[in-house]
């Protein structure tokens, strides 16, 4: 009975996880596209992202200016590394 009941608590807590992730997954989405619209804010990302830093040094930048989480950081140094910031 007891495990029962503990199996159906982690199915209904995995079912709100994947609810909850995939919500701040758009959010964040939403703040990168929001940051990038701004031609000051693409501008000041090349600067910090153009430095001869290491890139740790440079994902630490982004978030300290744009009050980023890692991911966020790590996903606008992506695109930039693609060349698609311009």
């Not at 608590?9 to 994947?18: A, G, H, S």
């Not at 031609?39 to 600067?47: F, H, S, T, V, Y």
């Amino acid at each position: 009975m007891f495990w029962h009941i503990f199996n159906i608590c982690v199915f209904v807590f995995t079912i709100i996880n994947t609810f909850v992730y995939f919500k701040n997954e758009k959010k964040s989405k939403r703040l990168i596209e929001d940051i990038l619209r701004s031609d000051k804010n693409k501008k000041l990302i090349i600067q910090i992202l153009s430095t001869d830093q290491e890139d740790v040094e440079k994902v630490k930048n982004l978030r300290k200016q744009f009050h980023l989480k890692l991911g966020e950081s790590l996903d606008i140094l992506g695109k930039y590394k693609q060349h698609k910031i311009n």
